[in-house]
């Protein structure tokens, strides 16, 4: 973690992998970070950090393939992770959200084949952008899928809201 001067002043203890993802909470509290080898299933833990004292609060296990990304929900009470499964066409890697309060999942969503998701800026959904080219939103304290957007055949890499919550890029 560096601050915008370009000075670091802590580094995650993580050793050998590759990082896939990572993110701040908004209270600059955390740090998720995920590890890992593109294309591979392997599924590694989500690491959480406590940035002041550089404790590891978490290893987040739950995901059946590779996790590929990491949120924070605007509150900063949750984490939403995405995960895909490169080998096994039937397989999904799931997206979960966990609880901050104590590192366990609040809800699980396992239908979906996913290398991103972002909360809106109310915190009320969140959007899964699938490799399948369709970006499903859903409900934050549900895990409800509300709607389905229609994309790309070949796919999302990432996705965006705008700043007022009503529209996003993908």
Same mark, same amino acid.
């Given at each position: 973690?560096?601050?915008? &001067?370009?000075? =670091? !002043?802590?580094?995650?203890?993580?050793?050998?992998?590759?990082?896939?993802?990572?993110?701040?909470?908004?209270?600059?509290?955390? *740090?998720?970070?995920?590890?890992? =080898?593109?294309? @591979?299933?392997? @599924?590694?833990?989500?690491?959480?950090?406590?940035?002041? /004292?550089?404790?590891?609060?978490?290893?987040?296990?739950?995901?059946?393939?590779? *996790? !590929?990304?990491?949120?924070? @929900?605007?509150?900063?009470? @949750?984490?939403?992770? &995405?995960?895909?499964?490169?080998?096994?066409? =039937?397989?999904?890697?799931?997206?979960?959200?966990?609880?901050?309060?104590?590192?366990?999942?609040? !809800?699980?969503?396992?239908?979906?084949?996913?290398?991103?998701?972002?909360?809106?800026?109310?915190?009320?959904?969140?959007?899964?952008?699938?490799?399948?080219?369709?970006?499903? =939103?859903?409900?934050? /304290?549900?895990?409800?899928?509300?709607?389905?957007?229609?994309?790309?055949?070949?796919?999302?890499?990432? *996705?965006?809201?705008?700043?007022?919550?009503?529209?996003?890029?993908?």
């Amino acid at each position: 973690l560096a601050r915008l &001067c370009q000075h =670091q !002043f802590w580094e995650a203890p993580v050793a050998g992998l590759p990082v896939l993802a990572v993110a701040i909470s908004p209270n600059g509290r955390y *740090v998720a970070s995920v590890h890992g =080898q593109w294309g @591979s299933d392997e @599924s590694e833990p989500i690491h959480v950090w406590d940035v002041e /004292t550089g404790q590891l609060l978490w290893d987040l296990r739950g995901h059946v393939a590779s *996790v !590929f990304d990491v949120s924070f @929900s605007p509150d900063g009470e @949750s984490l939403l992770s &995405c995960g895909h499964s490169w080998t096994d066409k =039937q397989a999904t890697g799931g997206a979960i959200v966990w609880k901050l309060t104590d590192g366990t999942p609040r !809800f699980r969503i396992d239908d979906v084949n996913s290398l991103v998701g972002r909360y809106s800026p109310d915190g009320q959904t969140f959007l899964l952008a699938a490799t399948s080219g369709i970006i499903t =939103q859903h409900s934050s /304290t549900t895990g409800k899928r509300i709607r389905d957007f229609l994309g790309s055949s070949r796919g999302f890499v990432d *996705v965006a809201f705008g700043p007022g919550g009503q529209q996003f890029v993908s």
